[in-house]
């Protein structure tokens, strides 16, 4: 294991914040454009596509903090779309630059969860409730496990920050594992054959993107008041 980064090592590096997509990171994009001292990484959605993103990234740069971003399902049936949500621990609040990272995203509104790294999307309400029995977690998602791992492999300080884009009361419109490439990208073309077959479900895509985008507002906003402030 590399060695820890030291107080004064991490006040002259830049934050790296991490997302999957560009449709989380877009909102926070224009919150950090010229500004000094953040990076913006987009990973990819799946744990392998991060682990190869972040190996890449970190083998030619040197972050003082990583910030692992974006989208989340929630499976605490108390979260609601919006609502951002972080991993601190109890002993973490305790220790630079955590503490500093905790009492930022607390003041922002934030929350500490638990959070699951999942293989899959959780695209039901069923799957949501057997994920919440299994694991105990509050929130799922499917990147932040491979970048906390690889940040700690390097004693890189890495914190998850996400925001509820569906609740544990809805199901998703489409199962989109089921439209994703062998990469996990989304493939549009198996998309637009899916609405062609169930253009019922137009309606539903339409408000999960203002639920998105609403949920991406929030994180920039969330994010812009502990990077950039």
Not at 152 to 161: D, F, H, K, L, M
């Amino acid at each position: 294991m590399e060695r820890k980064l030291g107080l004064e090592e991490i006040a002259t590096m830049h934050t790296l914040v991490c997302f999957a997509l560009k449709e989380e990171a877009a909102p926070f994009r224009k919150i950090a454009a010229g500004r000094s001292g953040v990076a913006i990484l987009l990973v990819g959605i799946g744990r392998r596509n991060a682990e190869k993103s972040i190996r890449e990234h970190l083998a030619a740069n040197a972050p003082g903090l990583v910030l692992t971003c974006g989208f989340a399902g929630g499976l605490n049936p108390d979260l609601k779309i919006g609502d951002v949500v972080f991993d601190i621990s109890a002993k973490q609040q305790l220790e630079p630059p955590y503490v500093g990272c905790y009492e930022k995203l607390t003041a922002a509104g934030a929350r500490v969860a638990e959070f699951f790294c999942a293989d899959r999307i959780a695209t039901t309400v069923a799957e949501k409730q057997k994920l919440r029995t299994e694991t105990g977690a509050d929130v799922v998602e499917m990147e932040s496990a491979a970048i906390q791992a690889v940040c700690a492999e390097r004693g890189i300080p890495c914190v998850t920050v996400r925001v509820i884009s569906d609740t544990a009361h809805e199901d998703l419109p489409l199962d989109f594992n089921k439209l994703s490439k062998p990469d996990q990208s989304l493939d549009f073309g198996k998309l637009a054959w899916a609405i062609a077959k169930s253009p019922g479900k137009i309606g539903a895509l339409m408000a999960l993107q203002k639920k998105t985008s609403l949920a991406a507002g929030r994180l920039a906003a969330v994010l812009g008041k502990i990077t950039c402030s």
